[in-house]
């Protein structure tokens, strides 16, 4: 059964699961930043204009997880945040 409501959203949304899926999401973004400073160096202007325009949608999906996720932890909702990638590396 699909739930309709935005707390029975939120209720039975799986938090850890949404949490490494948005890890995930941060590491694809982070590529195609990468690509796309690839492709402008070398000359490829279509190349970085289709990679920016992916990472620029994606980016935008991961900001509104983020905002949705930081309501749901203002309801109540258990949460969880996971550590940025390039944080782990700090000692």
Do not use: N
């Amino acid at each position: 059964m699909t739930r309709t409501d935005i707390s029975g959203v939120l209720t039975d949304t799986d938090w850890t699961l949404l949490a490494q899926q948005k890890l995930q999401l941060v590491l694809v973004i982070d590529d195609l930043e990468k690509r796309c400073d690839a492709a402008m160096t070398d000359g490829r202007a279509g190349e970085r204009e289709v990679l920016s325009t992916w990472m620029e949608a994606l980016s935008g999906i991961l900001y509104w997880m983020d905002a949705l996720q930081d309501a749901a932890q203002a309801e109540g909702h258990p949460t969880v945040f996971l550590i940025d990638p390039e944080e782990e590396d700090v000692p």
